[in-house]
């Protein structure tokens, strides 16, 4: 027996493998059920008492040097074929992955923006961090309006120009007052931040598309037309809409603006309060003092801006009762909008 474990542990240290099957030929010839190693373990029965202590020893270490054998050679093959080559079934079938859905709010947003491009809108874009002018200062914000506040403004530096996240999309309407070649139209996607507590109806992040007209002769029944339009297309043909009086310090006159509700189409319902209708923006015709400010003859062009959170239309548009949802990203919930794309 001595012999036949000495003969067995040269054998091993001379092993090789070339693939993972070799591995596991080596494996089975050693300690499968009928390997060498095993059958020495069913002779040791019938040792001798008094050698049992001897043979035990050196057969615990056979078994030890053959499995620590099989793994080494195990680990070499994996690491040398990379791609377990050998062990490469090409009939296998592919493993199944599931498609991803797009998340509601760009759903909501391509879609607003598909609409306004065929109204003949301009998509702009701008910083997220931006300064006090583009955001309050040129949009006539007086220098102890309320929004500057710590409250509701994240500021990024302080001091004479501080850097603050833009809580509204208006700061994009800015730079392209100052930029763009008249008459401007165009709307402005984007994320915006305010500081505020997060709940089932507010959030410190939302989404926006703000929109801007400016031209020769633009009129309040120009804006009228334009929001009407986008409802009919947003939210169904037989929507209408409302406007009520209201006040913005970059507009005048200013307007809210409600959308009959699409559930019980203005009887009243849960939804929208028994109101029969839904506030969707705002909006008006844009102060001269803010066409001036950012270097438009007020006496020569006038026009229009709107503002809308997208969170709102999606969940207006889907009945999504807490806000929440949008930025948890639970899987259940985005699967919903599966159907939607
Ligand atoms: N900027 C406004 C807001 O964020 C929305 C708005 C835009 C209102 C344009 C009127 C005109 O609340």
């Not at 509601?104 to 701008?126: K, L, M, N």
């Not at 410190?204 to 633009?218: A, R, W």
């Not at 999606?314 to 985005?334: C, G, I, P, S, T």
């Amino acid at each position: 027996m001595k012999e036949q474990i000495e003969e067995l542990l040269e054998e091993i240290k001379d092993l090789k493998a070339e693939t993972i099957q070799d591995v596991e030929n080596i494996r089975i010839r050693l300690l499968g059920k009928k390997g060498s190693v095993t059958r020495l373990f069913a002779d040791f029965r019938e040792i001798l008492p008094e050698q049992k202590k001897e043979f035990g020893k050196m057969l615990n270490h056979l078994k030890t040097e053959a499995a620590e054998k099989i793994e080494e050679l195990r680990s070499s093959v994996e690491e040398h074929s990379g791609d377990d080559k050998g062990n490469l079934d090409l009939t296998r079938p592919g493993d199944e992955f599931e498609l991803g859905t797009r998340h509601p709010i760009s759903i909501t947003r391509e879609e607003i923006i598909s609409i306004f491009t065929r109204f003949g809108y301009g998509v702009a874009e701008g910083p997220e961090i931006e300064d006090d002018w583009h955001v309050f200062g040129a949009l006539n914000f007086p220098p102890e309006h309320p929004a500057r506040d710590m409250q509701d403004t994240f500021f990024i530096s302080q001091g004479e120009d501080p850097l603050l996240l833009r809580t509204h999309t208006s700061s994009v309407q800015i730079r392209a007052m100052e930029k763009m070649k008249l008459p401007i139209r165009i709307i402005c996607p984007g994320r915006v931040f305010r500081n505020e507590a997060i709940s089932a109806r507010a959030h410190c992040i939302f989404h926006q598309v703000e929109g801007l007209y400016i031209d020769k002769n633009v009129t309040f029944a120009d804006l009228k037309q334009a929001l009407a339009s986008f409802a009919k297309e947003m939210f169904g043909d037989d929507t209408r809409i409302r406007m009520r009086p209201s006040y913005f310090p970059f507009t005048e006159p200013s307007a809210e603006v409600d959308v009959s509700c699409n559930l019980c189409h203005g009887k009243g319902c849960n939804v929208c309060k028994g109101t029969g209708w839904l506030e969707i923006l705002g909006c008006g015709m844009v102060d001269p003092n803010v066409l001036e400010a950012s270097g438009i003859d007020p006496k020569e062009y006038s026009g229009f801006a709107f503002g809308m959170g997208i969170e709102r239309i999606a969940m207006l548009k889907w009945q999504v009762n807490d806000l929440r949802h949008y930025f948890e990203n639970d899987v259940r919930f985005l699967r919903e909008f599966e159907k939607v794309i």
